[in-house]
């Protein structure tokens, strides 16, 4: 069944998706290093500006992940130009909170220069609303390594919570 979409400028992040992200990204008052070669965060999941030693408190780090919500929607809606459902925004609200707006939205180089949109981005933009949920698998990597590889230890974490974010996408068309 088809959701029904929305022009991208006047969705915003649910409440439930919200509450999503917060709950799976867990608090910590400490910065921490998530996974080996990975940068510091504290809070619920809160990278920018964070170095080991910060800390945090649970209304300051909510406060913190709501601009980082608020920061994300702006850069999706640059680079997002199609109607998309509640559902599907949340799902790709959620990857960019964890991928981050510039990786989510841009394709990089081995050099590390933007070169183009996403795979997931063109997919939406040429409305191919399945192919833009399947490339939310395509992000499964963390600090180099391939959180997809049967029995890793490591990462296994984020391979599970991509297959949720595609299967949430999925379930939202």
């Known amino acids: 069944m088809n959701k029904a979409r929305f022009n991208i400028a006047a969705v915003v992040i649910s409440a439930m998706a919200f509450v999503g992200i917060a709950s799976r990204e ?33 209304v300051k780090a909510l406060q913190r992940a ?60 040429s409305q ?5 949920c399947n490339a939310i698998l395509a992000y499964k990597y963390a600090a180099g390594y391939d959180c997809s590889t049967p029995g890793n230890k490591r990462c296994a974490g984020l391979w599970t919570d991509r297959q949720r974010v595609h299967a949430q996408c999925l379930a939202a068309q």
């Open 26 to 58: 867990g608090y910590t008052d400490n910065a921490v290093i998530p996974t080996k070669g990975d940068v510091p965060t504290h809070g619920f999941g809160t990278t920018e500006g964070v170095k080991m030693g910060d800390r945090t408190n649970p």
């Open 128 to 132: 191919d609303y399945t192919g833009a």
């Open 66 to 125: 709501m601009a980082d919500v608020q920061k994300y929607e702006g850069a999706i809606k640059k680079c997002v130009t199609v109607p998309v459902s509640q559902g599907e925004y949340d799902a790709y609200v959620d990857l960019a909170y964890n991928v981050g707006p510039t990786n989510f939205c841009y394709q990089r180089d081995k050099q590390g220069r933007i070169i183009g949109p996403s795979t997931l981005v063109k997919r939406l933009n």
